[in-house]
């Protein structure tokens, strides 16, 4: 599986930006995925998880209620709609898959990641 995350930019406090991470691979739909994110001199950090069918979601409890995680299986692609944007939102948000069809919040059992995106809030 490959994948290629897009949608970071600048942008304002209280603002909103939607992610994208699109995948190749016959079997995307299987399997979980989560969004993860790293700012500078901190640990990769989960931010959301969807299950194989978007029927479970999860979310770190610095983003509930901020952060929307989705997937559309037919385009092999899963969002993160992100509102209400805070300048400690600020990081490289990175989309990450794990061959099981239920997610984790631990990296490593993602076996499959992005190149990350920038996001950048500033206040």
């Known amino acids: 599986v490959q994948l290629q995350a897009s949608g970071g930019g600048l942008v304002q406090a209280g603002g909103s930006l939607r992610l994208s991470c699109a995948a190749s691979?016959?079997?995307?739909?299987?399997?979980?995925v989560g969004w993860f994110r790293q700012a500078p001199g901190k640990e990769r950090e989960f931010v959301a998880g969807?299950?194989?069918?978007?029927?479970?979601?999860d979310y770190a409890d610095s983003v509930k209620g901020r952060f929307t995680i989705s997937r559309d299986n037919a385009k092999n692609t899963v969002y993160l709609q992100m509102n209400s944007l805070k300048p400690e939102d600020t990081a490289v948000y990175c989309c990450a898959v794990t061959p099981t069809s239920y997610f984790t919040r631990y990296t490593d059992d993602y076996n499959y990641w992005g190149q990350g995106t920038q996001v950048t809030v500033s206040s």
């Open positions: 969807i299950n194989w069918n978007g029927g479970r979601t």
């Open positions: 691979g016959r079997t995307f739909s299987s399997y979980a």
